[in-house]
């Protein structure tokens, strides 16, 4: 079983930046890869980024949201099991609650989520 515990949601202004943490425990926490949703009201649940980790340094590779290309930024702490999201130049679409997700092995975990909101 693992556990991920998110932090670093607020209210902001359109044009900040937030950082988002996830961290990961549980017994044998082996992370094959972590990852941030969001979801606003009355939309799905959809992808913002994801980091695919490697064993190999240097070798995690990461995939972003098209509409966050260029603004966001995920990133991993290995020793502490702890994903990052860095958000800047916000928007007011990027309002929702953002959901960490970690997988492991075939399994898939999600934080409770913490909610982001940006005002004009």
């Known amino acids: 079983q693992v556990q991920l515990v998110e932090s670093g949601g607020g209210l902001v202004q359109a044009g900040d930046s937030l950082r988002l943490s996830c961290a990961a425990s549980?017994?044998?926490?082996?992370?094959?890869?972590m990852g941030w949703y969001r979801q606003a009201p009355g939309k799905q649940r959809e992808l913002v980024a994801v980091i695919t980790i490697s064993t190999i340094i240097g070798g995690d590779y990461t995939n972003y949201a098209d509409s966050v290309k260029g603004r966001f930024t995920i990133s991993r702490d290995n020793a502490r099991n702890t994903a990052y999201l860095q958000m800047n130049s916000l928007r007011p679409e990027d309002t929702a609650v953002y959901y960490c997700h970690a997988r492991v092995g075939l399994s898939g975990y999600w934080g409770q989520g913490t909610q982001v909101t940006v005002s004009q």
């Open positions: 549980g017994s044998a926490v082996r992370l094959a890869a």
